[in-house]
């Protein structure tokens, strides 16, 4: 059974930052894509960043410049490292896998088969 558990969200001020975590059982994060995600309140959820099984990062334009997407195989756990934050970042947060094993390079950042979700993990930040 595949578990994905998100952690380190919070409240922040604007500029402030967070780590977030996502600590993955019933797969193994070098062999799968792996990808964050946020949804804030009446909003779609947009894709954030996501990593190949092969560690190949690629952010969306929210992240660019501001969040480093990065894992430890060792641990199984995926993170999201999140600086100069600002209040439209304000969400609840996800990590994701994709479903199919060694999706590498620039494959991983336009999947659509993200199938394993996490429970969230809220941010907030206050301007």
């Known amino acids: 059974q595949v578990q994905l558990v998100e952690s380190g969200g919070g409240s922040v001020q604007a500029g402030g930052s967070l780590r977030l975590s996502c600590a993955v059982s019933?797969?193994?994060?070098?062999?799968?894509?792996m990808g964050w995600f946020r949804q804030a309140p009446g909003k779609e959820r947009e894709r954030v960043a996501t990593?190949?099984?092969?560690?190949?990062?690629s952010y969306t334009d929210i992240a660019k410049g501001r969040f480093t997407v990065s894992k430890d195989n060792a641990k199984n756990t995926l993170y999201l490292q999140m600086s100069s934050l600002k209040p439209e970042d304000t969400a609840m947060y996800y990590c994701?896998?994709?479903?199919?094993?060694?999706?590498?390079?620039?494959?991983?950042?336009?999947?659509?088969?993200?199938?394993?979700w996490g429970q969230g993990t809220q941010v907030t930040v206050s301007s």
């Open positions: 994701a896998a994709d479903y199919r094993l060694f999706v590498i390079g620039a494959a991983c950042s336009t999947s659509t088969n993200f199938r394993y």
């Open positions: 019933g797969l193994t994060t070098s062999r799968y894509c």
């Open positions: 990593i190949s099984a092969d560690g190949y990062p």
